[in-house]
């Protein structure tokens, strides 16, 4: 990770109320890289919809 990661980290902080650090920090990274998130956190999901990142949820996958 190199400083663009930490300032678009800061930038989503500063834009979503609720997102954490490090999911702000996971969601730049995804962002910028392009790269979508799979995750079991139903906040950081939506936040990563709301923010144009590619996300999905570990409980909608079938086994």
């Keep these: 990770m190199g400083a663009e990661h930490f300032i678009r980290a ?3 902080i500063e834009s979503v109320i609720s997102l954490r650090t490090l ?3 996971h969601l730049a990274v995804a962002i ?3 790269t979508p998130i799979l995750t079991a956190d139903g906040q950081l ?3 990563a919809k709301k ?4 996300a999905m949820l570990i409980s909608q996958l079938r086994a």
């Design 45 to 47: 999901a939506r936040a």
């Design 32 to 34: 910028i890289e392009e």
């Design 23 to 25: 999911d702000a920090l």
């Design 10 to 12: 800061q930038q989503l």
């Design 51 to 54: 923010l144009g990142a590619r």
